[in-house]
């Protein structure tokens, strides 16, 4: 369904992602941003889905200034390179690419945005910073929005899910994230983990996948068309 394209940043910087187009009438565009494990082949199938579902998708991979090409798996030495990998991309380079990808698919309507691990911080991250970029974003399971984010608030609708036994963002942070935002819908699975969403982890849960995934696409019904 999909195909590799490249984008150019604001600062000059190409970059790859990959991008898939509807069959069915278009209803707007949807950012998908990666995990840290890069634009690999699950970020490609929820690509499809949005695709699938009436939007233009496409997930830019933001690893492309440090390394092009990173497709990594969930385990071992994998999780390692991951980790080192978004070390080295700042925030701000994020972000640039991340507007790049909204604007490459602007012409599809209003533009959403969904992120994964990392990409659900940096979802959460454009709700604050990429307002007339993004007009919606969904992250799931996104660390360190505590301690980075929460001093500002969205200025964009935000959903937010978390798994109840996440070992990277306990429930004490997710109250965090309620309290200063308290606008903003956050939804907690029950006995689901971190990288819940993902059929490539250990961790996926299908159940809550279901779910999140209907709430995503009513609140992306309701915002981007």
Same mark, same amino acid.
């Given at each position: 369904? @999909?195909?590799? &394209?490249?984008?150019?940043?604001?600062?000059?910087?190409?970059?790859?992602?990959?991008?898939?187009?509807?069959?069915?009438?278009?209803?707007?565009?949807?950012?998908?941003?990666?995990?840290?494990?890069? *634009?690999? $082949?699950? #970020?490609?199938?929820?690509?499809?889905?949005?695709?699938?579902? $009436?939007?233009?998708?496409?997930?830019? /991979?933001?690893?492309?200034?440090?390394?092009?090409?990173?497709?990594?798996?969930?385990?071992?030495?994998?999780?390692?390179?991951?980790?080192?990998?978004?070390?080295? *991309?700042?925030?701000?380079?994020?972000?640039?690419? #991340?507007?790049?990808?909204?604007?490459?698919?602007?012409?599809?309507?209003? !533009?959403?945005? *969904?992120? +994964?691990? %990392?990409?659900?911080?940096?979802?959460?991250?454009?709700? &604050?910073?990429?307002?007339?970029?993004?007009? /919606?974003?969904? @992250?799931?399971? @996104?660390?360190? #929005? *505590?301690?980075?984010?929460?001093?500002?608030?969205?200025?964009?609708?935000?959903?937010?899910? +978390?798994?109840?036994?996440? =070992?990277? #963002?306990?429930?004490?942070? !997710?109250?965090?994230?309620?309290?200063? %935002?308290?606008?903003?819908? &956050?939804? &907690?699975?029950?006995?689901?983990?971190? $990288?819940?969403?993902?059929? =490539?982890?250990?961790?996926?849960?299908?159940?809550?996948?279901?779910?999140? +995934?209907?709430?995503?696409?009513? +609140?992306?019904?309701?915002?981007?068309?």
């Amino acid at each position: 369904m @999909g195909e590799h &394209v490249q984008l150019t940043a604001s600062d000059g910087v190409t970059l790859g992602a990959y991008r898939a187009d509807p069959e069915s009438p278009t209803r707007g565009a949807i950012v998908v941003i990666q995990e840290i494990f890069g *634009v690999n $082949g699950h #970020i490609r199938d929820v690509v499809d889905a949005y695709a699938a579902a $009436g939007y233009v998708a496409i997930a830019p /991979a933001l690893y492309d200034r440090v390394r092009p090409g990173v497709e990594l798996g969930y385990e071992g030495d994998d999780m390692k390179a991951g980790i080192d990998l978004r070390s080295q *991309v700042p925030l701000a380079s994020a972000l640039d690419d #991340i507007t790049a990808a909204a604007e490459a698919v602007r012409g599809a309507g209003r !533009v959403g945005a *969904v992120g +994964f691990c %990392w990409g659900g911080f940096l979802a959460a991250a454009s709700a &604050v910073e990429l307002a007339g970029t993004i007009d /919606a974003a969904v @992250g799931y399971y @996104g660390g360190g #929005i *505590v301690a980075n984010l929460l001093d500002r608030s969205p200025q964009v609708p935000l959903v937010l899910h +978390f798994g109840e036994l996440d =070992h990277a #963002i306990p429930l004490e942070d !997710v109250d965090k994230v309620r309290a200063a %935002w308290p606008d903003v819908p &956050v939804y &907690v699975y029950a006995g689901a983990q971190h $990288g819940f969403e993902c059929d =490539h982890r250990a961790s996926y849960d299908a159940q809550s996948t279901r779910l999140g +995934f209907a709430r995503t696409l009513r +609140f992306f019904s309701e915002q981007i068309g």
